[in-house]
T-cell receptor, first 115, second 110 residues
Framework: DSGVTQTPKHLITATGQRVTLRCSPR?????VYWYQQSLDQGLQFLIQ???????AKGNILERFSAQQFPDLHSELNLSSLELGDSALYFC??????????????FGSGTRLTVV | DAKTTQPPSMDCAEGRAANLPCNHS???????VYWYRQIHSQGPQYIIH???NNETNEMASLIITEDRKSSTLILPHATLRDTAVYYC???????????FGAGTTVTVRA
């Protein structure tokens, strides 16, 4: 158990639908990162939040959005889902941006299947 | 972030040392070298990182050349559980995201 909790572990939904993925960071960590891993793209950085504020954006589609709440958990919202959105979605957390790589801990991921 | 080049795959015998090379010829002076691994669709796991000096922890050793253009991750006694994709990443200290490449698929064989 890495200390980063992601729910649900598996999600199957239909095209056009909307889903929410949840991440609880490791205790004491203020920064949350979201990554997408599909078969043909590898691990792609989506977005980062630090203490409730958006800090950095990567290759995140406009159909996707995220937020970090006062209790520091984060949610990634995926809407108008397409077959190509099927992927593993990982959340990672760290104490603060750039505070050493060893503080960058990944969760076990959510496997999203769009049918 | 500087780009890295890793061999796509390598095999290793159980109990032997596994030496994983990484080229990062365009690395800047303030960029660190990090290694992560991912075991079969699990979340990536931090292994080790370094700037200039060689580093060792309970998992592995990191050897960085003097010109810092390449490095080697050493798993001293590979086990079957070390079978994974290993990622070499360089990034500026204080930067926020890790940029993953294709990595090296390491297969440890009995």
């Amino acid at each position: 158990d890495s200390g980063v909790t992601q729910t649900p572990k598996h999600l199957i939904t239909a095209t056009g639908q909307r889903v929410t993925l949840r991440c609880s960071p490791r205790s004491g960590d203020l920064s949350v990162y979201w990554y997408q891993q599909s078969l043909d793209q590898g691990l792609q950085f989506l977005i980062q939040y630090y203490n409730g504020e958006e800090r950095a954006k990567g290759n995140i589609l406009e159909r996707f959005s995220a937020q970090q709440f006062p209790d520091l958990h984060s949610e990634l919202n995926l809407s108008s889902l397409e077959l190509g959105d099927s992927a593993l979605y990982f959340c990672a957390s760290s104490v603060a941006p750039g505070q050493g790589a060893e503080g960058y801990t990944f969760g076990s991921g959510t496997r999203l299947t769009v049918v | 972030d500087a780009k890295t080049t890793q061999p796509p795959s390598m095999d290793c015998a159980e109990g032997r040392a596994a030496n994983l090379p990484c080229n990062h010829s365009t690395i800047s002076g303030n960029e660190y070298v990090y290694w992560y691994r991912q075991i079969h669709s699990q979340g990536p796991q931090y292994i080790i990182h370094g700037l200039k000096n060689n580093e060792t922890n309970e998992m592995a050793s990191l050897i960085i050349t003097e010109d810092r253009k390449s490095s080697t991750l050493i798993l001293p006694h590979a086990t079957l559980r070390d079978t994974a994709v290993y990622y070499c990443i360089v990034r500026v200290g204080g930067d926020y995201k890790l940029s993953f490449g294709a990595g090296t698929t390491v297969t440890v064989r009995a």
